[in-house]
């Protein structure tokens, strides 16, 4: 087995255990691929609205959860602040399961002195807060349509013609959609500011990213194992790091660098 590589801390949200469309056996990979003093679990683990059904827990999900646990028992603080996809997760909130810890959001103090709140997110998206009905109905359209997508390809791939993926190309619009619509990033950032924190680490919209703003506020997003296969790490120095999976390796790519401010929007 490799040698793991070594981290302070690492952020990982949007699995989506049980959805056709997460990619547990990257997840798995990459849970496998490190050690850590931090582990933080940011929503959305395991998809209880369309994920119910036997048949589509397979043993990379089984996977997930033992190496998840098994980072516990090897000494890591592991924190689950549970998203909407995983909401059932709340009503043990408050409850310390080893060195397993669950709440509605975290503090995270990083080596270099940042404190950066860590939460899901959905509770700044209205579509899942004003408009939670239709978010189901859509969250069930897009597995109906994973499910079509992989029909597809069984028979293209017997017809000898490569497959195509109508399903990520959906995802990501809705997700930019609401992320427009909502003033996702700026809701979540400004929340975050206003409550004297350096930074925020959320999930929910698939969107990876690190922006920092001329401020020093920053902006981290763990993106997901459905469309995009990311995480995010802190280094043992605090620097931060956004890394993507791909098919044989880790692909490393920090965007740490100052950027413009994000997109105008308030909380009030």
């Known amino acids: 087995m490799a040698e793991r590589q070594a981290y302070r801390s690492v952020f990982i949200s949007d699995i989506h255990i049980g959805a056709v469309g997460s990619q547990s056996d990257e997840a798995l990979r990459f849970l496998e691929s490190f050690e850590c003093e931090y582990l933080y679990l940011v929503g959305d683990?395991?998809?209880?609205w369309v994920g119910r059904k036997d048949r589509k827990w397979g043993p990379q999900a089984t996977g997930i959860i033992r190496e998840i646990?098994?980072?516990?028992?090897?000494?890591?603080?592991?924190?689950?602040?549970?998203?909407?996809?995983?909401?059932?997760?709340?009503?043990i909130h408050g409850v310390q399961l080893g060195n397993?810890?669950?709440?509605?959001?975290?503090?995270?103090?990083?080596?270099?002195?940042?404190?950066?709140?860590?939460?899901?997110?959905?509770i700044f998206d209205r579509s899942c807060t004003k408009y939670q009905p239709l978010a189901f109905v859509g969250a069930w359209a897009y597995e109906v349509l994973g499910l079509a997508n992989a029909s597809l390809n069984k028979k293209r791939s017997r017809d000898?013609?490569?497959?195509?993926?109508?399903?990520?190309?959906?995802?990501?619009?809705?997700?930019?959609?609401?992320?427009?619509?909502?003033?996702?990033?700026?809701?979540?950032?400004?929340?975050?500011r206003e409550a004297g924190f350096d930074g925020v680490v959320c999930?929910?919209?698939?969107r990876p990213q690190i922006v920092t703003e001329e401020d020093g506020f920053v902006y981290v997003n763990t993106g997901d194992f459905v469309e995009n296969c990311t995480a995010v790490v802190e280094h043992f120095d605090g620097r931060l790091e956004l890394l993507r999976m791909?098919?044989?390796?880790?692909?490393?790519?920090?965007?740490?660098?100052?950027?413009?401010r994000l997109a105008a929007g308030s909380t009030k």
């Open 45 to 48: 683990i395991i998809d209880g």
């Open 69 to 91: 646990l098994e980072h516990g028992n090897r000494g890591a603080v592991v924190r689950y602040t549970p998203g909407n996809h995983d909401a059932f997760m709340r009503r």
């Open 100 to 122: 397993l810890d669950i709440e509605p959001s975290f503090l995270h103090e990083t080596v270099d002195g940042k404190d950066l709140l860590v939460v899901h997110g959905d």
């Open 160 to 192: 000898g013609k490569r497959p195509i993926d109508f399903t990520t190309v959906t995802k990501k619009g809705i997700k930019k959609f609401i992320g427009k619509a909502t003033h996702y990033e700026s809701l979540v950032g400004n929340y975050a």
């Open 203 to 206: 999930g929910h919209v698939h």
């Open 246 to 260: 791909g098919p044989e390796k880790i692909e490393r790519g920090s965007n740490w660098e100052a950027l413009k």
